[in-house]
């Protein structure tokens, strides 16, 4: 890519950017996949040379990538998995299955319980990989993956049954959580990103450490999403669109009822007593 003018950018390793004259012709790289973008309708038409050393074909308008559909409009460019889910589905034989309200039980209060029945660890680890990888256009079940996403070492069948329940909530919704975790007390950070009034980036994870007020864990939580905020600014100014206003950051943390929180801050600090 050096071969014909392009520079790996630094906020994102496989993308590759030329800019000319104002211009910017943007290529992305996944082993053997690639996408193709930008105003510079020249330079694009040139790139196809690529085609002259490598093996490549050329499938015109991008409407399919990495199990990502890309659906175009006179308004706007969406995406969504529903091909993905669907096939999902019918490789576990449930593409009749009744669909759930929901992905998972409020107050779920799953955890690893001593002598449990265990699950299929090879396929409960395969169905994760699976629904982490869909979480990426579906912000509304990162919450649940990330914690059916906590057994992977030793699932049981409850916990199976939670990757269940997922998948008959994504039967019923493949056009389109209020506890910390009952293991180890420890709070959820979430955090989303919005450009242009569109959501590009999101997230929930457990958090590392046990917080000891609601302010630590909120702290904890922007902690993480700040470096987000960089990095995507950085990614814009990269793309010539560098953010002409102040950005707005939010923080939603989940965490344990009250009682169990007093409970294990005075554990805590009796240990460090």
């Known amino acids: 890519m050096k071969k014909f003018g392009y520079k790996q950018s630094n906020s994102d390793h496989t993308l590759f950017l030329n800019k000319e004259k104002g211009r910017i012709t943007c290529l992305i790289i996944y082993v053997d996949n690639m996408?193709?973008?930008?105003?510079?309708?020249?330079?694009?038409?040139?790139?196809?040379?690529?085609?002259?050393?490598?093996?490549?074909?050329?499938?015109?308008?991008?409407k399919y990538f990495l199990g990502i559909e890309v659906l175009r409009s006179k308004r706007e460019i969406s995406i969504d998995q529903k091909k993905y889910i669907l096939d999902l589905l019918a490789e576990n034989g449930m593409l009749d299955c009744k669909p759930a309200e929901n992905p998972i039980v409020a107050n779920h209060r799953?955890?690893?319980?001593?002598?449990?029945?265990?699950?299929?660890?090879?396929?409960?680890?395969?169905?994760?990989?699976?629904l982490i990888y869909l979480s990426h256009t579906r912000p509304d079940i990162s919450y649940d993956v990330g914690v059916v996403s906590r057994f992977m070492h030793l699932p049981q069948v409850p916990h199976m049954e939670a990757i269940m329940r997922i998948l008959r909530y994504l039967k019923g919704t493949s056009s389109r959580d209020w506890v910390g975790d009952r293991d180890s007390r420890k709070s959820t950070t979430e955090y989303f990103t919005l450009v242009g009034g569109n959501l590009v980036t999101w997230r929930s994870k457990k958090q590392k450490v046990l917080a000891l007020s609601s302010a630590e864990a909120e702290f904890r939580g922007i902690a993480k999403g700040v470096p987000e905020i960089l990095w995507l600014k950085k990614l814009l100014c990269e793309l010539n669109f560098p953010p002409k206003e102040a950005c707005n950051y939010f923080v939603i943390i989940k965490q344990p009822s009250t009682s169990q929180r007093t409970q294990f801050n005075m554990i805590e600090q009796s240990m460090w007593r």
Not at 42 to 47: A, V
């Open 35 to 62: 996408v193709i973008t930008g105003n510079n309708e020249e330079e694009i038409s040139n790139l196809k040379k690529l085609f002259m050393e490598f093996e490549m074909k050329d499938l015109g308008n991008l």
């Open 110 to 130: 799953l955890q690893t319980v001593q002598d449990g029945k265990l699950a299929d660890k090879e396929q409960y680890q395969k169905l994760v990989g699976k």
